[in-house]
């Protein structure tokens, strides 16, 4: 972990902040982990699938990243798998881009907008049962996230037409990178 930190740091000092923090975390869901699933067995029960198609699923992301240029050329990158309580893995990537990302091109690469489900039915359905939190409040008051009444994740929110925050991006990155050097 000490030679991870000092790496980053390095990448931090050569090539100036990350353009990119990118979460990934495993989805016991995944159609490859269920199909492997005996019968009466849990996805709990088989740490070493979870592993493996999670392992698998990176190195595909990556190499989306690196060969596919889905956000541009990088200049280099670096990673940080962890493991959650439940025992699910999930990753942090810290992506230097060859062009940095303006703060008016944001918006190309991040969008909070639903699929249209006629044009792209399967993205549609990921999105909708993977990414959507609720329902919440008075449609469904015993929903896990409720607490007196009230969600504790603040929803639901106003819509925003416009990325807001982009500070606060750069700050979690920074933050990241400081916590990890502690």
Known sequence: MHERTQDAMTYVRNFGRPDLFITFTCNPQWKEIKDEL?????????????????HLKLKYLTNLINKGKIFGT??????T?????????????L????????????????SAELPNPESDPMLHGVIKTQMIHGPCGSINPLSPCMKEGKCTKRYPRNFLKD????MDIRCTVEGNLKMVAM
Not at 44 to 53: A, C, E, M, S
């Open 38 to 54: 005996m019968a009466r067995q849990k996805n709990h029960d088989r740490h070493d699938l979870i592993g493996r198609v999670f």
């Open 74 to 79: 990088a200049r280099c990158f670096m990673y």
């Open 81 to 93: 798998v962890e493991w959650q309580k439940r025992g699910l893995p999930h990753v942090h990537i």
């Open 95 to 110: 992506l230097w881009l060859q062009e940095k990302i303006h703060v008016h091109k944001i918006d190309d690469l991040i």
């Open 163 to 166: 990325t807001q925050g982009m």
